[in-house]
């Protein structure tokens, strides 16, 4: 049975493809599909289980849509995906990740000059063969280029975006623990460690009866290609070229099998070696005296663990960056949890122009969530596109007044997402930002600018009394666009004397702060965070699990963050700023 993640995932292909086929993301078909895909995230049944003639009742589900979603839970493929996927292969659509290279100019290379993959681009780029493309002057070639390398886009070493990889991730162990012979199922490899970016993603199940499990995991609908198929182990390919492989091991060696498949390489050998020192050895079937052959122990990771003389190690901690000897006798963070988070502070409406539910339904779904505070955060007047004016600001600000009376249990805050600008300076007057009761401050335009400007923006916008937080930090999008370079030192100083936060923004397209920066700011004693969802959609409420797993593997610890605070003393925080 195909799940709402899996029928969205589809559906989301529809609309990439579609937007080659027509050259435009405002298409009326791609605008349809688009809303579908939010729709379908967030019905609170199985889509699949829905006839055609009750998914039609659900808002922004089309006959269209509706024929689509029965056709793929049917037969396990849209036939209009198929032919589109034959006109514009992966390799193909890999190349709209790159900054500056639209549906138009991609389908412009694959006709002139049979350029339909990142590697034909370089090599095109390196021969100079796109001179005289409309667009594609040498400037654009160079930032082009430098773009493939910084994104991951090149050669063997080409990854898959978390944002991407970790849906289907999650998919597949649901489906696998529906089999009647798996009793435990875990995603690992660097997806667990939660890096942003993966080569493959790595499963391992617990089963007495491993050849059912290879066969039905072939069989399901994401798995385009087999590579190799065993009794024990399995790898596949998904339309999209992302590499999945499936092992299989018996349930008292679960734990073995999870903690080797997940650690690092240099995080394996240190354990291995620390295994060694104590006359025992470490595979990935458990952990054996090394004379007697005798299994100390491997149906857990924590009594794995254990056995070494460590504290258990969170997974994503396990890079070999210092961890195992924290482990050991140095102290070992307190790393924040999901369920120490009391608040939301970067969150948008539909009075966003990009915000995807109402003003109502955001705040109940905060509510729903047992939140005590959220604030709303629309795009402010700077961003033409989607941002507020002052009369609406103004208007948005009466209705939170009586959602206020309606959600007595949650404190909502009248916030603002402003825009740097190139020099610093940030949207609305003075006098106007301090009516807000919290601004977080972004970066949304002038990428391009030297790491000294770029720098230097940021701690303009610091200075100013209003501004509480900067938010996604670097303005990445994973596997799309590079980060804005900045001297990131000079950055957290400025933070600690300023009194500003820095944002780790939990959405799976941005986890920015990366989580790289944030292990370097542990040595900037006094720096405070605040973990949000950016969420545009009830749905998106959700990204808070995932910027805590990001703020783990930073090291962040509890106490640096501010919205596990009360609210009392998170305005506190807010108020010091101000004064």
């Given amino acids: ?11 989301q292909e529809l609309v990439d493809l579609l937007i080659m086929a027509e050259g435009s993301k405002q298409a009326f078909r791609v605008r349809a599909y688009e809303k579908a895909v939010a729709a379908v995230q967030a019905l609170p049944k199985d889509a699949a289980e829905m006839p055609a003639s009750e998914l039609v009742k659900v808002p922004d589900i089309g006959k269209s849509t509706a024929g689509k979603i029965r056709e793929y839970v049917d037969t396990g493929a849209v036939a209009r995906i198929t032919a589109l996927r034959k006109e514009f292969p992966a390799e ?14 991609v389908v412009m290379l ?13 090599e095109a780029i390196a021969n100079e063969s796109l001179a005289g493309l ?25 990854r898959t975006p978390i944002a991407d990889a970790l849906p289907i991730a999650e998919d597949l162990v649901d489906a696998l623990l529906g089999l009647p012979t798996v009793t435990k199922a875990q995603y690992c490899g660097s997806l667990r460690r939660f890096r942003e970016t993966i080569a493959d993603i790595d499963i391992v199940v617990a089963s007495n009866a491993p050849a059912d499990v290879m066969e039905a995991f072939v069989s399901m609908p994401l798995v385009d290609g087999i590579i190799g198929q065993g009794d024990s182990k399995t790898s596949v390919l998904t339309a999209a070229g992302l590499q999945i492989d499936l092992r299989a091991v018996k349930a008292n060696q679960f734990g073995a099998a999870v903690l080797y498949f997940t650690g690092s390489k240099q995080h394996n050998i240190e354990l291995r070696q620390r295994a060694i020192d104590k006359g025992l050895l470490l595979n990935e079937y458990g952990l054996e005296d090394t004379e007697s052959g005798k299994v100390v122990s491997s149906r857990t990771e924590p009594a794995i663990y254990n056995a070494l003389g460590l504290r258990y190690i969170p997974p ?9 000897a924290a482990a050991d006798s140095g102290p070992m963070p307190e790393l924040v949890e999901v369920n120490d988070i009391r608040g939301d502070l970067h969150v948008h409406s539909t009075w966003s122009g990009d915000g995807r539910s109402t003003l109502d339904d955001m705040v109940a779904a905060a509510a729903a969530r047992g939140l005590e505070y959220i604030a709303m955060t629309e795009h402010a007047e700077d961003l033409r596109i989607n ?42 007057d003075p006098d106007f930002l301090m009516n807000f009761d919290w601004c977080v401050a972004s970066v949304h335009t002038h990428f391009d600018l030297t790491e000294s400007e770029q720098t230097q923006r940021l701690l303009t916008a610091m200075e100013n009394p209003a501004v509480s937080a900067i938010g996604h930090l670097t303005g990445r999008r994973i596997g799309h666009r590079p980060g804005i370079r900045l001297n990131t030192r000079a950055v957290f100083e400025a933070a600690i004397e300023t009194g500003t936060a820095l944002e780790i923004n939990g959405h799976l397209h941005r986890l920015d702060v990366p989580s790289e920066l944030l292990v370097t700011a542990r040595e900037s004693t006094g720096l405070r965070f605040v973990i949000s969802t950016d969420s545009h959609h009830t749905t998106e409420f959700g990204n808070l699990r995932w910027g805590v797993s990001n703020a783990r593997r930073g090291w962040v610890e509890r106490g640096s963050v501010l919205n596990v605070l009360p609210l009392a003393e998170f305005l506190e925080f807010v108020a010091a700023k101000r004064k």
């Fill in 110 to 122: 694959r006709d002139k000059l049979g350029v339909a993959s990142v590697d034909q681009l370089r």
């Fill in 92 to 105: 193909m659509m890999e190349l709209t990740r790159i900054p500056g290279l639209g549906p138009k100019t």
């Fill in 387 to 428: 941002g507020l004016s002052r009369d609406e600001v103004m208007a948005e600000r009466k209705e939170l007044i009586r959602l206020r009376t309606e959600h007595p249990q949650l404190t909502i805050l009248h916030g603002s997402e402003l825009n740097i600008g190139a020099d610093g300076t940030v949207d609305y």
């Fill in 316 to 324: 994503e901690m396990r890079e070999g960056r210092g961890e195992i």
């Fill in 1 to 11: 049975m195909s799940s709402n993640g899996e029928i969205a995932r589809m559906l």
């Fill in 134 to 158: 409309p667009g594609l002057g040498p400037k654009s070639q160079e930032k082009i280029a430098v773009a493939i390398d910084r994104i991951g886009l090149h050669g063997k070493d080409r």
